[in-house]
């Protein structure tokens, strides 16, 4: 059974800096890719970044390239997200996904594109 696990979020003053961690078990990343969305309140989900599984193809939301960096960890078969610069915009709930049934796929940010989904773990920048 797959199961992915957030940790890693908390609140933070603007400005400041979190990493993310999603703990990928019951599958390896070898295939298809992994990515990260977020939901305020209020809001629809929204992507933020997505990672082949190879490691050579990333894909950023407008809105944090340049201050995140979404990675991985083969040997803990664990992806990251480095989160810089956070603004009170990137006050949301954090949730890791991915899609692991096909070798080859072309990152997107549709969320109905990713069929394996964490609980999410909240993070809250204060300015």
């Known amino acids: 059974q797959v199961q992915l696990v957030e940790s890693g979020g908390g609140l933070v003053q603007a400005g400041g800096s979190l990493r993310l961690s999603c703990a990928l078990s019951g599958r390896t990343f070898s295939r298809g890719a992994m990515a990260w969305f977020r939901q305020a309140p209020g809001k629809e989900r929204e992507f933020v970044a997505a990672?082949?599984?190879?490691?050579?193809?990333?894909k950023y939301a407008g809105s944090v390239k340049g201050r995140f960096t979404i990675s991985r960890d083969n040997a803990k078969n664990t992806m990251y997200l480095q989160m810089n610069s956070l603004e009170p915009d990137d006050t949301a709930v954090y949730y890791c996904a991915a899609r692991l049934d096909q070798a080859i796929v072309v990152l997107t940010s549709s969320r109905y594109d990713y069929n394996y989904w964490g609980q999410g773990t909240q993070v809250t920048v204060s300015s």
């Open positions: 990672l082949s599984w190879s490691g050579i193809a990333t």
